[in-house]
């Protein structure tokens, strides 16, 4: 299993199944996780998960949620023109 960490910045509010809110634009972490794919003569990797890190709206400053997500919903939601 490998994981990768990457920032995504949404220039406007966006929303996602999982979570009730409507969250602010910004920039968030998203960690992918892969798996290898075995029996082959070259690397290759599977994703697995796809988790975005958003902040709590009650709780410490800084407190996150982690919450895993489609990676094509997480694409179409930050490619969304506003409203």
């Known amino acids: 299993m490998r994981t990768t960490r990457e920032t995504v910045t949404f220039d406007h509010p966006f929303s996602l ?23 082959l ?5 599977r994703r697995v998960a796809t988790t975005i890190y958003l902040p709590l709206h009650q709780g410490n400053h800084g407190s996150v949620q982690a919450v895993r997500v489609d990676p094509r919903e997480l694409t179409a939601a930050h490619d969304e023109p506003p409203a």
């Open 17 to 39: 199944m999982a979570v009730d809110d409507v969250q602010p634009a910004g920039t968030y972490m998203v960690d992918i996780d892969e798996e290898l794919i075995e029996g």
């Open 41 to 45: 003569s070259f690397l290759a990797y």
